[in-house]
């Protein structure tokens, strides 16, 4: 975590219990992990219900583009095949190109939502300021019967953040 952001259990008590809606407090976690020899990188990872939704590294990256046919290796042996390119992918494919995000992607998402208006998260480009404010506890019934409308345009993770805040508040 950045020395803006704080500590790492600081956040957390932010982002589950000062600024997470009444209506999902108890089912939403935020968890992270650094291992040694990760180089100050850390795994970001959202559990709903106590069960893993989405999970923020370089690794979810890198298998993304594997797995999607963005790299010409698609069967990497090693630790240099598996990274090669990665950097080179990572600025072609923009955070709106893609549906995976590097643990300073989350960070700094994190950075901008807690820096601006509400309802500038709301309607950002970025998906995952869009995350952070959909869960927001300022955002109210009115505002999430508008976001209802447009859930199909969101990513597919997203849209299951959508709606479970919209079911929550039986908008």
Known sequence: ????????????????????????????????????????????????????IKRFSLETVNTYFIENGYKENNYPFGTREYWEDFWLLLDKYSINDRTEYTDVEFCKALETYRNQDILDSVQSENPLIRMFAVLDRRIGKRTLAKLKENVDKQPQWLCYIYMLRILAEEV
Not at 8 to 35: P, V
Not at 39 to 48: A, H, K, P, S, Y
């Open 1 to 52: 975590m950045s020395k803006i952001l704080g500590s790492w259990s600081a956040m957390r008590k932010y982002l589950e219990q000062e600024m997470l809606a009444d209506s999902l407090k108890g089912r939403i976690r935020y968890g992270c992990t650094s291992y040694v020899g990760m180089d100050g990188r850390n795994i970001f990872e959202l559990c709903v219900d106590g069960e893993q």
